[in-house]
């Protein structure tokens, strides 16, 4: 290309967008959206270490199921550990992606970024909320667009609300992409629920590694510095 056409193409597009990170500023350009790798990827990571993504998912929802009997003081202690919880998969997902060793307790690395993912969860979730009650779209929109604030919050080391507004930015721009995974993930997670609840023991930890690809793909890979 002519030095000439490629000046007025920078020009013309303006310079790239960027948002900041502990780890670097992450460009906001277009990417490609790649829904059938994040699937079948997902299913690899998945099934790379399944025992401990069951076993950990038995963990989880036991944990989940003895507080919720408690009056009051569990039911809170189940809203303040289900994020670092959930992330749990996000911090194994990331290790057999990069191939390196797990153990059982990685599963709980999410309670190392305790503060940030519980607030990110909480003010996300009255987020959410207030969308849905106000004008129902607004809340679908902040739902589907906070999907990455978790891994944000642990690969890049950023603030609550920083990731927030990062993972909302990112998925924006391929939000009827992502809106289609999000129904997909649901579906699965639906006929995983249908076979006796025992189904949600391979599809929660699947369709979790499947995001999981998704985010390593487009912000570590496609975006990455």
């Known amino acids: 290309m002519a030095d000439w056409e490629q000046e007025h193409q920078e020009a013309t597009q303006g310079p790239a967008e960027t948002a900041p990170s502990a780890k ?14 994040y699937l079948s990827k997902g ?4 099934a790379q270490n399944m025992g401990g993504f069951i076993g950990f998912t038995v963990v989880m929802l036991l944990i989940s199921v003895v507080l919720s ?11 303040v550990i289900s ?22 307790g990685d599963f709980f690395g999410g309670f190392d970024h305790f503060l940030p993912l519980f607030l990110a969860y909480l003010v996300s979730t009255i987020f959410v909320m207030v969308g849905m009650f ?7 929109y902040l739902a589907i667009g906070y999907m990455f604030t978790s891994l ?14 990062l993972s909302r930015k990112l998925i924006t721009k391929k939000w009827f992409a992502f809106f289609g995974f999000a129904i997909i993930i649901m ?21 979790v590694c499947a995001i999981a690809v998704a985010y390593d793909d487009i912000v570590n890979k496609q975006l990455a510095e």
Do not use: C, H
Request: charge should be negative; proline fraction near 4%; avoid cysteine.
């Open 187 to 207: 579906l699965i997670n639906v006929v995983g629920l249908m076979l006796l609840g025992l189904g949600l023991l391979f599809t929660l930890p699947f369709t």
């Open 83 to 104: 994020a670092p919880l959930m992330a749990g998969y996000y911090v194994v997902a990331r290790k057999v992606m990069n191939d390196e060793t797990t153990s059982f």
């Open 24 to 37: 670097g500023e992450v460009t906001l350009n277009d990417y490609q959206f790649n829904f059938g790798d």
């Open 43 to 46: 299913w690899k990571v998945f």
């Open 134 to 140: 106000l004008l129902l779209i607004p809340g679908i």
């Open 69 to 79: 009997v408690i009056p009051v003081i569990g039911q809170i202690a189940n809203l």
């Open 152 to 165: 944000i919050v642990i690969n890049r080391e950023l603030g609550f609300f920083e990731a927030m507004e």
